[in-house]
């Protein structure tokens, strides 16, 4: 998966040196350090100075993009960089729902909801109200043989808005259903 973040050290940057890199999930503190420390000695920028590394950009799959920003710690960054690595596609758009509309935070607490959520998905839709009132009404069995008749006077599409009342989500062609 493309998950990565661009890492800058202060006192290289401060210099005039320009030592952005991008690092993935699979990379650890241990070597990002020796990166940095090694170039450091190269320029003779305070070779003897604690590291002060920043995080310069990153780029993740999930759609909310606050889970990262320069505040984070580089350490915190992997660890979330390799949970994200971990996920499909349907597990990163479920996590990306969660953080966006559900207002969870942490992307800990969303990997573990994944399980709580139910995804029916109308992308190709022209009517996903219709649609997902269609759908209801069928799992819920409301037309019998003998009202089958009746369905040509049923509002679907009013019917499948009024579960978005009921805990139900319109989100990016899917509603989603969080059973909290």
Not at 17 to 38: H, P, R, T
Not at 72 to 99: C, F, H, P, R, W
Not at 125 to 139: H, K
Request: charge should be negative; proline fraction near 1%; include cysteine.
């Amino acid at each position: 998966m493309n998950n990565r973040i661009a890492v800058e050290e202060w006192g290289l940057y401060n210099s005039g040196f320009l030592a952005c890199k991008w690092w993935g999930a699979v990379s650890s503190m241990e070597d990002i350090n020796k990166y940095y420390q090694a170039l450091r000695k190269k320029h003779g920028v305070f070779p003897t100075d604690d590291l002060e590394l920043f995080i310069a950009d990153f780029d993740t799959e999930l759609e909310n993009k606050s889970i990262l920003d320069e505040n984070t710690m580089i350490d915190k960054a992997l660890e979330i960089l390799e949970q994200i690595d971990g996920l499909n596609t349907d597990e990163l758009e479920i996590v990306s729902y969660l953080m966006e509309m559900e207002g969870i935070k942490d992307i800990e607490t969303a990997i573990e909801s994944i399980e709580d959520i139910i995804v029916y998905d109308f992308e190709r839709s022209w009517n996903i109200d219709e649609d997902f009132g269609i759908m209801m009404a069928e799992e819920m069995g409301i037309f019998t043989k003998e009202t089958a008749h009746l369905e040509h006077y049923f509002n679907f599409a009013a019917y499948g808005r009024s579960f978005l009342h009921d805990g139900y989500t319109k989100h990016n062609g899917k509603v989603f259903y969080f059973s909290k």
